[in-house]
Every structure is written in C-alpha cells, then in structure tokens.
C-alpha cells in the first residue's frame, strides 16, 4: 500500500520545501490539477529534479488528446499520468499505449462517473494500470466520502490496482485501509495540519500496519 500526497494549491517552491520534509514518509508525490494549471509542466520538472528517487503522478484528468497529452507529461518526468474515467474509450486506449512506450503508467481518475462499478469494469479491461476512486472537493462538501465507492469497485475490478482519494484524513485513513487499496492519495489530510510531518507519518505507520496484517 503506498500512499501518494497531493499537491494542489500550492507554489514550486513550496511543494519543494514541504517535501523535503516528508518525502521520507512518501511514495508518490501529486502534481495536483490546480498545481498544474498554475505552473504547467515545470512543476513535474522540477520536482523530478530536485527528487530523483520519488514517483511522480501528473493529474492532468486527460479528456481528449491522450496519447499527445501522456507524452507531454512523461517527457516532463512522470512517472504516473492521470486520465478521467469520463473519457472516451479511445482516449484512455491512446494513453495507455504511450504509458507503454516509455514504461510509465496511467491511472483512470473516476471522479464524476455515475454508475462507478459498471465504468470500473470497463476500463479494467482497457488496460490501465490504475482505478481511482475519488470523491471530489466540492462533493465533499455535501458530506460524502469516497468509502462506498471504494468497496464497490474493489468487487468490479480484476485486473488494476485500485487508489483512493477525497478528504482522506487521521480521522478517516483506518476505516479506508480496511478495504486494502494500493494507494492512499491524501493532501489537506497533511499538509494543511499543524504538523504535516507528524500527520503523514501516523497516517503512514497505519498504512503499513494494515499492509503487515494481510
């Protein structure tokens, strides 16, 4: 199980500096969507400079345009380029051949898709090397969580690893691991507590307990 933190509304030198901190506790760092559309592909890298040994997911939510899209990113130094669940089959399709071409991967971000289990199983056999279940900000806001959703497409898919996002905390990361996702995206649940080191790593040392105990 790793755990991917998300980078969102933040500046380059920022994520650096709060990443020197935490990298230690991180699998994945997160160029989120915001990130991206303030800084473009220099945010990918740079951070790819400055930390070699990470790996890097480019949430770009591609639409349309996925192979051109993917080997923008890849070239830039993702590792891992996200792509929306909303898209045509033939554009997750593009995606992941170019993924394939440099040995790098995609992952199918679910967010907005209505009828989760049947699209999940779809995809599934498209290829993709992940299905993230992701309950978006201004849905959170509503109340709701990404755990039911979690539990029903971990039942569809066969094939891709599963991740998991929206609003993921301390308060919620132990009811989520339960249900054994491959990865743990948390952003606010991090870097917006008083202390983002001791919070990422409580949420770390769950992970790998419950991880130990399968």
């Not at 349309?64 to 669940?85: C, F, K, S």
């Not at 992941?96 to 599934?124: H, K, N, P």
């Not at 691991?177 to 080191?197: E, M």
């Amino acid at each position: 199980m790793e755990l991917q933190l998300a980078l969102d509304i933040i500046t380059i030198e920022g994520a650096k500096e709060i990443l020197r901190d935490l990298a230690d506790f991180i699998d994945i760092v997160e160029v989120g969507t915001p990130f991206i559309v303030q800084d473009g592909m220099r945010a990918v890298r740079e951070l790819r400079g400055e930390f070699p040994a990470l790996k890097i997911l480019a949430d770009l939510k591609i639409m349309d345009a996925g192979e051109y899209e993917t080997r923008m990113a890849v070239a830039a130094g993702a590792n891992i380029v996200t792509v929306l669940g909303l898209a045509d089959d033939a554009t997750i399709r593009a995606a992941v051949a170019e993924a394939r071409r440099s040995g790098q991967e995609i992952m199918v971000d679910m967010i907005g898709v209505a009828l989760v289990e049947g699209r999940a199983r779809e995809i599934d056999a498209l290829g993709v090397d992940y299905i993230c279940v992701h309950t978006g900000t201004d849905v959170q806001a509503l109340g709701r969580n990404p755990l039911y959703e979690l539990r029903r497409v971990g039942k569809a898919v066969s094939r891709a690893r599963i991740a998991v996002a929206g609003g993921i905390n301390l308060g919620s990361i132990a009811a989520i691991v339960r249900q054994a996702p491959d990865i743990v995206i948390v952003g606010s649940g991090i870097t917006a507590q008083v202390d983002p080191r001791s919070a990422a790593a409580e949420i770390k040392r769950v992970m790998t307990e419950a991880g130990a105990r399968k």
